[in-house]
């Protein structure tokens, strides 16, 4: 083998040794230990909602089967209470989130309020509270009264509107109407103009006229001008002085009984039925 080609190759053994001596030494030069920068704090995450478990909304299930398993009177009466309470035009949905009544998944109940008088339903979507005359404040209510000449009872606008009470008894201070009370409470119109001014001597004539204190002389003059008296005081006199005086019957009064244990109850499923505001109970 020739000369150069042969050093060629010593060179380059040479260098493979030296590179491999240098790899395995160890290195003299001081390594620095490695530093770590401490991590910036991170915020820990909110802990997740608990999720809603059944035994944790047992109450509301437990209302809402009991409801749509109740009579369907029951369930008319709650709506019509929530409409006249509200006053306002509800869905299906707004009525069910109220009073748990499903209106869309049961017929009889849908037809009902549909048909009910106290119910108004607008073809479409909406249910909302018809009262018996549709007034809206003190000025349609003292108009609606004075079409009544012959009164109109309380009990037929009470339910017109929340305040309608008030307004009756400021229409009455400012004697645009007349309430009476009795059985029935009537509310009557004071028309201006039949307001008459009478002359002062025909009301001197009037409180000058003296009526007889003894019945037997009304009667007389009862007779006198053609008219058959409803009493006859002489006949009843003379049967007082024969038989004497009848007492009055002594009113027996009647025990207020509460529920005992021999109280029959009937209708134990049908709790809420009986205690219906105004007249809600005629229309179920």
Known sequence: MPDGPRLLQQERCQASLSS?????????????????APRPATARP?????????????ARLQKMHAVRNSAVGLQIKAVIELLYRTRKALTAKQINDATYVDIAGNSAVFESLRNNPKVHFDGRCLFSYKPTHGVTGKDELLALIRRF??????K?????????LDDLQALKSSGDIYLLSGEQDIVFPNDPRS???LDIELKKLFYEIKLPKDMLDIEKDLRRNGEK????????RAAARIFGKPSKPKKSRKKQ?????????????????????MDTKDFI
């Open 149 to 154: 000449c012959d009164g109109i009872t309380v």
């Open 257 to 277: 009984r509460g529920l005992t244990s021999r109280t029959r109850i009937t209708n134990v499923h049908l709790p809420g039925l009986f205690d219906l505001p």
């Open 20 to 36: 491999i001596a240098a790899a395995r030494a160890p290195s003299s030069a001081p390594t620095k230990p490695q530093q770590y």
């Open 156 to 164: 037929e606008v009470e339910d017109a509107y929340p305040s309608v």
């Open 195 to 197: 307001r008459l001014e």
């Open 229 to 236: 008296p409803v009493t006859d005081t002489a006949k009843r």
């Open 46 to 58: 909110s802990a997740p909602a608990p999720a809603v478990r059944f035994s944790d909304d047992t």
